[in-house]
């Protein structure tokens, strides 16, 4: 009996430490406490180097300490709109111009990009020597107004050549699809990046870059939101952008890093290094809004080469501006 008030005391002192743990964590929880932040999806065409500093970000803990938990998913270009018109994912980091073409007629918008020029090359098998060679041959797409396809109907263009010159077969089913295409030689054309195109030359002997696209002004990694969610969810929008700008800063920043994320999803270390290097020819040191001027740029070109509808006027109508502004301002 002497011992239930040693024994109370014991109890209370407990219940009183237990109860002032909790007060304290509760007064420095942060958003980036596992399980209190939004849960949003990152849809990618293909796992190249381009778009890997949103796994860099994820493995990193940018995208939680912003505020935002982040599942990157990938996607063929030809699913990637409808899951982003639909909702079903909510974001999406890819080339242009799919997303600025959906843009005219879906619920998407552009918010920024941070790589402002293509990081693609159009490489063909061992019968092509220039672009002219080209009249009769086959050319993959992943779907009409795909990265590919615009820029092949530009190549093209400038060498005197259209659609009428040449075979697209639309290969939807991946990067493996057109791999296996290429290998075999049912496809005498691709356009790849790294580590992919280095690997699509070893593969095929013979097999040469007939055009570098990476001094053209083609937005090589925009990012595309739903705009419904865009309009719903400001705040969550700001903390995906200050995430994915960590992981963009970290892959300059930390290069071993940044070639590990390579290797780590989709690459090979025996590619890794030059797939890393091919970025920093195309890559901003930090996310960027898309100005108005570049995306009439972009306008232009697929008014030419794509459609003839597409003016630079209606540019404007694509965009989002500020959002990256505002996520910039506010990070540390």
């Not at 057109?178 to 790294?194: E, F, H, L, M, Y």
Request: net charge positive.
């Amino acid at each position: 009996m002497k011992t239930k008030p040693f024994q109370f005391q014991w109890a209370s002192l407990t219940l009183l430490a237990l109860f002032l743990f909790a007060a304290c964590g509760t007064n420095s929880s942060s958003k980036s406490t596992k399980g209190s932040n939004p849960k949003v999806t990152l849809g990618i065409p293909v796992q190249v180097a381009t778009f890997i500093p949103a796994y860099l970000a994820v493995t990193d803990g940018d995208f939680s300490r912003a505020g935002v938990d982040v599942t990157v998913k990938v996607l063929p270009s030809a699913q990637l709109l409808p899951a982003l018109a639909s909702g079903t994912i909510q974001f999406v980091v890819t080339g242009a111009p799919q997303m600025d073409i959906s843009a005219l007629k879906s619920n998407v918008r552009l918010v920024g990009q941070y790589a402002q020029y293509s990081n693609v090359s159009f490489i063909a098998g061992p019968d092509v020597t220039t672009a002219t060679d080209l009249k009769g041959k086959t050319i993959s797409q992943s779907a009409p107004g795909s990265l590919a396809n615009v820029l092949s109907l530009y190549l093209l263009k400038q060498h005197g050549l259209s659609a009428k010159d040449v075979h697209f077969v639309s290969l939807a089913g991946g990067s493996a699809l057109v791999a296996s295409a290429w290998k075999s030689g049912t496809i005498d054309a691709t356009i790849q990046s790294p580590p992919a195109l280095q690997r699509f030359l070893a593969e095929r002997p013979g097999s040469k870059i007939i055009e570098d696209f990476s001094s053209l002004s083609f937005t090589g990694a925009e990012i595309a939101v739903n705009n419904s969610y865009l309009q719903q969810h400001r705040d969550t929008v700001l903390s995906f952008l200050k995430g994915l700008n960590s992981g963009v800063k970290a892959w300059w920043t930390n290069p071993a890093a940044a070639k590990a994320a390579i290797v780590a999803n989709g690459g090979t270390q025996a590619t890794a290094d030059v797939a890393y290097e091919s970025t920093l020819k195309v890559f901003k040191k930090q996310i960027d809004e898309i100005s108005l001027d570049q995306e009439r740029g972009l306008f232009n070109i697929l008014s030419s080469a794509y459609d003839p509808a597409m003016t630079p006027d209606r540019a404007n109508s694509v965009l989002a501006p500020g959002y990256v502004n505002a996520a910039l301002n506010d990070s540390p």
